[in-house]
């Protein structure tokens, strides 16, 4: 059964970081993507940013370019966003998700392409 976990949230003054864990497990594909979302109360769901893992390549909303920095650790099916100066409209449960063998750029797709979303975790950010 495939099954992502994330961990790592928590609430964080204006300016601070957080770093968020996202935990592949039960899949065996060599080329995949692992995409970090999220949602605010009364709000879409919103893809935040993505990493292809067979070649690093990834994808960052603008909201969040030169704040947030995404990266993975094969070996360890586990996928990392360090998350810094850190805004209350970065408040929201993150997830993460799984796209199988992507052609192209994890960017070109969106949300509803991901699978085996995981539980999410919150992000609390006070001003």
């Known amino acids: 059964e495939v099954q992502l976990v994330e961990s790592g949230g928590g609430l964080v003054q204006a300016g601070g970081s957080l770093r968020l864990s996202c935990a592949a497990s039960?899949?065996?594909?060599?080329?995949?993507?692992i995409g970090w979302f999220r949602q605010a109360p009364g709000k879409e769901r919103e893809k935040v940013t993505c990493?292809?893992?067979?070649?690093?390549?990834?994808y960052y909303v603008d909201s969040v370019k030169g704040r947030f920095t995404l990266s993975s650790d094969n070996a360890k099916n586990t996928v990392y966003l360090q998350m810094n100066s850190l805004k209350p409209e970065d408040t929201a449960v993150y997830y993460c998700?799984?796209?199988?063998?992507?052609?192209?750029?994890?960017?070109?797709?969106?949300?509803?392409?991901?699978?085996?979303w995981g539980q999410g975790t919150q992000v609390t950010v006070s001003s």
């Open positions: 990493i292809r893992v067979s070649d690093s390549s990834t």
């Open positions: 039960g899949f065996f594909f060599d080329d995949y993507a």
């Open positions: 998700a799984l796209l199988y063998t992507p052609l192209g750029s994890c960017g070109d797709y969106d949300v509803h392409d991901f699978r085996s």
